[in-house]
């Protein structure tokens, strides 16, 4: 069974860029995909990006392509999300979590960080 614990976020300006971590503990880290999804107050978790257990291969919500980047350090335990370019509209809790297979349904995830949380002010 894996864990994880996110870190990264905080408060910053339209236009900025914040680097969101994903810690993961145990050992079958390596062996999942793992995606980055994110919840506004109110509203249901949304897929950000996704990536397979080696790294070849990641998937974007339209809505971030070209502004995030995913990836992994398996020897690290560790997933990133680099986001750049950040709107007000980002503004959100983000939660990274393990799953079945890349997918950008929440149902093929089985374990779930707690977030961290990002404000982008105008």
């Known amino acids: 069974q894996v864990q994880l614990v996110e870190s990264g976020g905080g408060l910053v300006q339209a236009g900025g860029s914040l680097r969101l971590s994903c810690a993961a503990s145990g050992r079958t880290f390596s062996n999942y995909p793992m995606g980055w999804f994110r919840q506004a107050p109110g509203k249901g978790r949304v897929f950000l990006a996704g990536?397979?257990?080696?790294?070849?291969?990641?998937d974007y919500a339209d809505s971030v392509k070209g502004r995030f980047t995913i990836s992994r350090d398996n020897a690290k335990n560790t997933v990133y999300l680099q986001m750049n370019s950040l709107k007000p509209g980002d503004t959100a809790l983000y939660i990274c979590?393990?799953?079945?297979?890349?997918?950008?349904?929440?149902?093929?995830?089985?374990?779930w960080g707690r977030g961290t949380q990002v404000v982008v002010s105008s």
């Open positions: 979590a393990a799953g079945h297979s890349r997918s950008r349904d929440s149902n093929d995830y089985h374990t």
């Open positions: 990536i397979t257990w080696s790294g070849g291969i990641t």
